[in-house]
């Protein structure tokens, strides 16, 4: 199964823990692609069968700026091929902004949501206020990804 993880970071985080997501689906017999430049073409060319969004959030609880071209382009363009498909969303944030607490994610969540995307677990919030290792952290969620893109 090919699956493509979106990803947008502000310090890198959020793209260190796509690449460790990456190395674990692959290790686990998947094809993940991760591109953190991605545009909606490059994504489309990879044709995923899966999807994992991993992202930061910004400012009142927004996307990263490296993210939100391909976001806006996927919302405006609403590739019908996706729908069905599984998915998941990893949210990075930090508690102490309250209702904004992973906003990145939740926007993520709905995008999916309108493009018909399955979501197969519900999202992972990793709190910046309380780990130091997002990337082991993230690891018993994703071994449960792993389980649910095979079921």
Request: glycine share 10%; charged share 20%.
């Amino acid at each position: 199964m090919k699956v493509a993880i979106l990803s947008g970071s502000v310090y890198g985080t959020a793209e260190e823990v796509a690449r460790h997501a990456m190395g674990l689906l692959n290790a686990a017999g998947f094809e993940a692609w991760h591109n953190p430049r991605a545009t909606l073409a490059d994504v489309q060319a990879f044709a995923p069968e899966a999807f994992l969004a991993v992202t930061s959030t910004t400012g009142m609880g927004e996307l990263p700026d490296n993210l939100i071209s391909l976001y806006s382009t996927i919302r405006d363009q609403l590739p019908a091929a996706w729908r069905g498909l599984p998915g998941a969303v990893i949210g990075l944030g930090d508690a102490s902004y309250g209702d904004t607490f992973c906003g990145g994610g939740e926007q993520m969540r709905e995008l999916f949501s309108e493009l018909g995307v399955r979501e197969v677990l519900p999202m992972l919030r990793l709190d910046a206020s309380e780990s130091v290792t997002p990337e082991a952290d993230a690891e018993p969620w994703l071994a449960e990804l792993v389980t649910a893109l095979r079921g």
